[in-house]
């Protein structure tokens, strides 16, 4: 079993910044890719970034491409999504998840943090 917990949520401004951090625990696997999905009030959840096990190989949706950023620190087994210019749209509830590659085919990830929430004020 692997338990994520994610962390870093809150209430900011339009064009502001926030770090979200995902901290795993329990049986983890370095080779894992870890990926961060968003669901919004009455929308379905979506794919936002993913990065591979080394760090190297990341991906984005086009909705957030050059404006988040996906890392992760295995030594920490934290995975990281630095979120800046913030947009009103960008409001939802985030999840971690870790998979077997990095991609944005949800079911794909076995395992899934509580999520944490983000709010963009306009």
């Known amino acids: 079993q692997v338990q994520l917990v994610e962390s870093g949520g809150g209430l900011v401004q339009a064009g502001g910044s926030l770090r979200l951090s995902c901290a795993a625990s329990?049986?983890?696997?370095?080779?894992?890719?870890m990926g961060w999905f968003r669901q919004a009030p009455g929308k379905e959840r979506e794919f936002v970034a993913a990065?591979?096990?080394?760090?190297?190989?990341?991906y984005y949706s086009d909705s957030v491409k050059g404006r988040f950023t996906i890392s992760r620190d295995n030594a920490k087994n934290t995975v990281y999504l630095q979120m800046n210019s913030l947009k009103p749209e960008d409001t939802a509830v985030y999840y971690c998840?870790?998979?077997?590659?990095?991609?944005?085919?949800?079911?794909?990830?076995?395992?899934w943090g509580q999520g944490t929430q983000v709010t963009v004020s306009s």
């Open positions: 998840a870790t998979g077997p590659s990095a991609n944005y085919y949800e079911h794909q990830y076995k395992y």
């Open positions: 329990g049986r983890t696997y370095r080779r894992d890719a």
């Open positions: 990065i591979g096990w080394s760090g190297l190989n990341k």
